[in-house]
């Protein structure tokens, strides 16, 4: 009989329940997203009357969908990760790959996004009234490029590690 410590007992619960709120996000996700694109002009009556309302460009929704897209894949990503660890899986082909496909999935998103603001955003001639909205927005879209650029040098840690690890084992 195989005994599992308690640490490790403690590890696969949190992994199942790692999964599982991956699991309600990734089918929150696409919810709340034609929430925001569809039925949200819907609820301007209970705004205050002095709130301004800007309306979304078509720009803007595939900005939004194109956003949102990257998300789905990255915890689908995630959560494939998760239950490979939790099966005992963690330094193989299979998980490095999904540790490089999040941060391919991010460096893409940030190069669609950047190509949707660039060619189709109608809104960039509000330049003169929204400098820091257009500044947080690009420092964000950085922070995406950065975290995916990390996470794919990782994954080629990672897959290094894994080589010598194999190396090692052939010359013992």
């Not at 599982?20 to 997203?33: A, E, G, K, T, Y």
């Not at 819907?42 to 897209?69: G, Q, R």
């Not at 949707?116 to 960039?124: L, N, V, Y």
């Not at 964000?140 to 190396?167: A, D, P, R, T, V």
Request: charged content about 15%; some cysteine; aromatic content about 16%.
């Amino acid at each position: 009989m195989n005994n599992i410590s308690h640490s490790h007992k403690v590890q696969i619960n949190l992994c199942r329940a790692l999964e599982l709120s991956l699991i309600f996000f990734m089918l929150l996700l696409p919810l709340s997203c034609m929430y925001f694109i569809f039925l949200s002009d819907y609820n301007n009556e209970y705004l205050p009357l002095d709130v301004e309302v800007i309306e979304w460009t078509s720009a803007d929704n595939i900005y939004f969908i194109v956003d949102n897209l990257v998300i789905f894949f990255v915890l689908l990503q995630m959560y494939n990760f998760c239950r490979g660890v939790r099966q005992g899986e963690l330094f193989t082909s299979k998980r490095i790959k999904n540790v490089k496909y999040i941060g391919i999935t991010l460096i893409i998103g940030y190069i669609i996004n950047l190509f949707i603001r660039f060619f189709f955003d109608s809104s960039m001639d509000a330049w003169d009234s929204s400098y820091i909205l257009m500044l947080i927005d690009e420092l964000y879209s950085l922070q995406q490029l950065l975290l995916g650029g990390g996470i794919l040098s990782l994954s080629y840690i990672f897959e290094k590690g894994s080589e010598l690890k194999e190396e090692n084992e052939l010359v013992i």
